[in-house]
């Protein structure tokens, strides 16, 4: 004899398990602070082109803002559904070295012009380094894949050019770093998006 499945009841437990409505939550908390910490990056990359004789303790502060929103975008990015065990821990500890150097930008140590060019080189660095083994090992589907291939290539290059860059005054960083905030942003604006679509098509 032969019985019929029964259904879930509409509310039940196996039908909205706890682990689907975290990862559904994650996922919209990752494109959510993605998009948010790239139009963070672009507002600052704007403000500090735009402040006339900008100070090095003003310009550890735009810069301290960046990384720290970085640092926030990759912890709760390395917890989203589709991030890949073996990045999530990169992610997280990234996050957390972008963080720390957000703060010390807000430091006293951050009067240096040498030492604020290299965390923010070091920081774009990171992201990038990060995001291209995310890439590696992620399931976002082809745009997923070549927006964070773009984006880990551009954070790469951006933060080789602020460390390598031979700064001989406090305008030049701020005018490169402050181009490079601008594109990055667009970019991780992108990536928000693209992150966006896969969370609504995983709900479907």
């Known amino acids: 004899m032969t019985f019929a499945a029964r259904s879930p009841r509409p509310g039940s437990v196996s039908e909205t398990p706890a682990g689907t409505r975290a990862a559904s939550l994650l996922g919209t908390s990752a494109w959510r602070v993605a998009i948010t910490g790239g139009a963070v990056a672009v507002v600052v990359g704007v403000v500090a082109l735009l402040w ?8 550890g502060v735009f810069f301290g803002v960046f990384l ?6 990759q912890i709760v990015e390395a917890f989203g559904p589709h ?7 990169l992610l997280v500890v990234s996050g957390t070295l972008s963080t720390l150097l957000g703060l010390m930008c ?3 140590l951050a009067r240096s012009l ?3 060019a290299v965390w923010i080189g070091f920081g774009w660095i990171l992201r990038g380094v990060t995001l291209a083994v995310a890439t590696f090992n992620g ?4 745009r997923g894949t070549a927006a964070r291939s773009v984006l880990a ?13 031979p700064f001989s005054s406090l305008a030049t960083l701020v005018l490169v770093a402050g181009i490079w905030l601008i594109v990055t942003g667009v970019l991780e604006i992108a990536h928000g998006m693209v992150l966006r679509r896969s969370a609504a098509a995983a709900r479907r």
């Open 106 to 108: 807000f430091h006293s």
């Open 52 to 59: 006339p004789g900008v100070t090095l303790a003003a310009a």
């Open 114 to 116: 040498l030492l604020l």
């Open 139 to 142: 399931t976002e589907g082809a």
């Open 83 to 89: 991030a890949h065990p073996t990045s999530r821990g």
């Open 153 to 165: 290539a551009v954070s790469v290059l951006a933060g080789l050019t602020v460390v390598v860059w």
């Open 68 to 73: 720290l929103s970085y640092g926030i975008t």
